[in-house]
């Protein structure tokens, strides 16, 4: 069974920069994409963000590209969220979740695991 926890969400001064970290269990991490959802309130889920096994390859939906930054450590199983020039628009809950494959992807349905969540609002 696969753990994922994230921390790091709050309250965020327009404009301003949050790392968003999600720990995972298992011995299993290295070998699997990651990647990063989010949801608004009253909105779907969206994709964010995703990385390969060896956070070789990234990729980010749009509306995120050039002020965020997805990695991963694979000795500390953990990937990461950096934020920066936040935008009203970015308030919402953030998932990461495990991929099924090797490789980054942009779609729920091939991640099999996922966190509680962890929530951001630009104040």
């Known amino acids: 069974q696969v753990q994922l926890v994230e921390s790091g969400g709050g309250l965020v001064q327009a404009g301003g920069s949050r790392r968003l970290s999600c720990a995972a269990s298992?011995?299993?991490?290295?070998?699997?994409?990651m990647g990063w959802f989010r949801q608004a309130p009253g909105k779907e889920r969206e994709f964010v963000a995703t990385i390969s096994w060896n956070g070789g390859t990234t990729y980010y939906v749009d509306s995120v590209k050039g002020r965020f930054t997805i990695s991963r450590d694979n000795a500390k199983n953990t990937v990461y969220l950096q934020m920066n020039s936040l935008k009203p628009e970015d308030t919402a809950v953030y998932y990461c979740?495990?991929?099924?494959?090797?490789?980054?992807?942009?779609?729920?349905?091939?991640?099999?695991?996922w966190g509680q969540g962890t929530q951001v609002i630009e104040a």
């Open positions: 298992g011995r299993t991490f290295s070998t699997y994409a």
């Open positions: 979740a495990r991929a099924t494959t090797m490789w980054g992807t942009t779609r729920p349905n091939n991640y099999d695991y």
